[in-house]
């Protein structure tokens, strides 16, 4: 039988009450064959002794670049290249703020910074601390990073209060560890083709940032009523989750939506078409692929009614509309050297030649032409009915789980990429 590979993990551990439960999951890591080598924070200290953790995996365990006890002159840069993992157990609110701003004001927090390999978090702190929007700012910031987060769940937490906040177990810590590891050396494995083996496609997007709009937008008439559409943001969360489970840093900006976003993705809330398009403008610097996926108004009333409208004895109320900003041209039209730009097409009649018509006037990469009018297809369904076309190619597709055309989308948008 071959020996199973060896991985090189390095645990940080911060200083939490649940820092003893790292000593479990370097025993857990180091049964899969992996070798560990241990970070800790000074607070980290006051919890477990690093003699504890430098018995287990004999070898050094580093506080502080600057101890003098410290065998290596440049610990952090020595330690933070000879992992295949970086995994922190327990992460607290402290080190995800640092981590999140680029703070490396000890140790781990500059192993952290130094490191190329994959991170992955796994949090525990008080109800309180974990939903305060600091911190909340800090792991929608991590997730777009790319920061895996295996998140905290819910129960009586050390300081007595019930809540979410508590370390996830152990064995599910280290069950995560070992998928993403596996997954990275395939990815990793120059003898692997992306044919060879289909769960490659988790990783091929890896590099890429994406920023997808999801969901209906919502215009105020007055403070009661609104002008909105039947998107349920289903679509663009399964584009999301896809291009997420492949690798890319994804941040979806987000408009009225009737289902839950996919974990580890960073969500922007942005409920009219101004504020997408705002939230939109801000995220594009730092994204290389843009998708299109909500469905926009394109119309606004000109004068939001600052207090209820009341009825009249007129049949007829005349509302005055004014056009919203086009986001998808707006971004094709500023777009960066290496932004791919993919838009979708909602239509009812002549889809095709609408959608291709759409990719010309808004300069698009690629355009994902949906017929709304056909049973199992456009809004609010599980499934999708589409043709994606790009200036080369179209591609029909048939009724289909929208997940599943998420990754037929992403597959051309990576066809582009390689052009
Ligand atoms: O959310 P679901 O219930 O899953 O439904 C999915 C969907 C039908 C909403 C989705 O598949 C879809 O087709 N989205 C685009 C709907 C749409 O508004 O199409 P459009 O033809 O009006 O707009 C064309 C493109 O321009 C779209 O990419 C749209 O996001 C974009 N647009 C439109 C207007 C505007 N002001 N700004 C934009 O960015």
Same mark, same amino acid.
């Given at each position: 039988m071959?020996?199973?590979?060896?991985?090189?993990?390095?645990?940080?551990?911060?200083?939490?009450?649940?820092?003893y439960k790292a000593i479990e999951a370097l025993r857990l890591l180091q049964k899969q064959n992996c070798e560990v080598s241990v970070a800790m924070t000074k607070h980290a200290t006051e919890f477990v002794q690093p003699l504890t953790f430098r018995a287990l995996t004999d070898t050094y365990v580093l506080v502080d670049d600057y101890d003098e006890s410290n065998p290596d002159p440049i610990a952090h840069?020595?330690?933070?290249?000879?992992?295949?993992?970086?995994?922190?157990?327990?992460?607290?609110a402290n080190i995800l703020a640092k981590f999140a701003n680029g703070i490396?004001?000890?140790?781990?927090?500059?192993?952290?910074?130094?490191?190329?390999?994959?991170?992955?978090?796994?949090?525990?702190?008080?109800?309180?601390?974990?939903?305060?929007?600091?911190?909340?700012?800090?792991?929608?910031?991590?997730?777009?990073?790319?920061v895996i987060f295996v998140e905290p769940v819910s129960?009586?937490?050390?300081?007595?209060?019930?809540?979410?906040?508590?370390?996830?177990?152990?064995?599910?810590?280290?069950?995560?560890?070992m998928k993403v590891l596996s997954l990275e050396s395939i990815v990793q494995s120059p003898i692997v083709s992306s044919t060879q083996d289909s769960r490659l496609k988790?990783?091929?997007?890896?590099?890429?940032?994406?920023?997808?709009?999801?969901?209906?937008?919502?215009?105020?008439?007055?403070p009661v009523r609104f002008i909105s559409n039947h998107s349920s943001g289903k679509m663009g969360f399964a584009v999301a989750e896809a291009a997420q489970k492949r690798g890319a840093k994804v941040t979806v900006v987000c408009g009225v939506t009737n289902v839950e976003p996919p974990e580890n993705v960073a969500v922007v809330k942005a409920i009219s078409a101004q504020e997408m398009f705002d939230a939109v403008m801000?995220?594009?610097?730092?994204?290389?692929?843009?998708?299109?996926?909500?469905?926009?108004?394109?119309?606004?009333?000109?004068?939001?009614?600052?207090?209820?409208?009341?009825?009249?004895?007129?049949?007829?109320?005349? !509302?005055? !509309?004014?056009?919203?900003p086009d986001i998808l041209a707006n971004v094709a039209?500023?777009?960066?050297?290496?932004?791919?730009?993919?838009?979708?097409?909602?239509?009812?009649?002549?889809?095709?030649?609408?959608?291709?018509?759409?990719?010309?006037?808004?300069?698009?990469?690629?355009?994902?032409?949906?017929?709304?009018?056909?049973?199992?297809a456009g809004f609010?369904?599980?499934?999708?009915?589409?043709?994606?076309?790009?200036?080369?190619?179209?591609?029909?597709?048939?009724?289909?789980?929208?997940?599943?055309?998420a990754d037929k989308i992403l597959d051309e948008v990576l066809k582009l990429r390689a052009k």
């Open positions: 071959s020996e199973q590979k060896k991985y090189r993990v390095g645990l940080g551990v911060c200083g939490g009450i649940a820092a840069i020595n330690f933070s290249q000879n992992i295949d993992l970086l995994l922190i157990v327990p992460a607290t490396a004001d000890d140790f781990l927090s500059s192993t952290y910074l130094a490191s190329n390999a994959p991170v992955m978090v796994a949090p525990a702190m008080n109800v309180s601390m974990w939903n305060h929007a600091a911190t909340q700012r800090n792991i929608e910031q991590l997730k777009a990073d790319g129960g009586e937490l050390a300081c007595k209060t019930v809540g979410t906040g508590k370390l996830e177990d152990v064995e599910n810590i280290a069950e995560q560890v988790t990783l091929d997007l890896k590099g890429e940032s994406l920023l997808i709009t999801v969901g209906g937008t919502r215009e105020a008439i007055d801000q995220k594009l610097p730092e994204s290389s692929v843009f998708i299109g996926a909500a469905a926009v108004a394109d119309y606004r009333p000109k004068q939001i009614a600052e207090i209820k409208i009341k009825k009249t004895v007129n049949d007829i109320f005349n !509302l005055e !509309l004014e056009k919203t039209a500023n777009r960066h050297e290496k932004l791919l730009v993919v838009g979708f097409a909602a239509e009812t009649n002549d889809v095709v030649n609408y959608a291709k018509s759409k990719m010309e006037k808004k300069n698009l990469d690629l355009v994902v032409a949906n017929d709304i009018t056909q049973k199992g609010g369904s599980d499934t999708n009915i589409a043709t994606i076309i790009s200036r080369s190619n179209q591609i029909e597709l048939p009724l289909m789980p929208k997940r599943e055309l």
